[in-house]
Nanobody, 125 residues
Framework: QVRLVESGGGSLQAGGSLRLTCVAS????????MGWFRQAPGMLREGVAT???????VYADSVKGRFTISRDHAKNTLYLQMSSLKPEDTAMYYC???????????????????WGQGTQVTVSS
């Protein structure tokens, strides 16, 4: 049974940084296309960043230059380093895997079938 567990969310002031972590199991789910998504209250879920099995990354325009997605295969872990946070980054952040697909489709959530429970990020001005 696939399991994705996010952590690292919190409350902070604008301009600060956070690193989100997602541990995936079993291992094979963590080696495929993976991504971070977010959903603010009353808003649709949006793609933040995705990473292919070969390490290629794609970012939403709203986070380019501020967020970095990465993965550690040895630890079955996906990361999202967030810097220069803004109040509009406030949302529940979700980790997902597009198993069995290796390639993502931009930041589209289409290929993603398995999702974590989310971790809340709140940025105040």
């Amino acid at each position: 049974q696939v399991r994705l567990v996010e952590s690292g969310g919190g409350s902070l002031q604008a301009g600060g940084s956070l690193r989100l972590t997602c541990v995936a199991s079993p291992y094979t789910y963590s080696t495929r296309c993976m991504g971070w998504f977010r959903q603010a209250p009353g808003m649709l879920r949006e793609g933040v960043a995705t990473i292919n099995s070969n390490g290629n990354t794609v970012y939403a325009d709203s986070v380019k230059g501020r967020f970095t997605i990465s993965r550690d295969h040895a630890k079955n872990t996906l990361y999202l380093q967030m810097s220069s946070l803004k109040p509009e980054d406030t949302a529940m952040y979700y980790c997902a895997t597009a198993f069995p697909y290796n390639m993502c489709n931009g930041v589209s959530s289409g290929p993603f079938a398995f999702w974590g429970q989310g971790t809340q990020v709140t940025v105040s001005s």
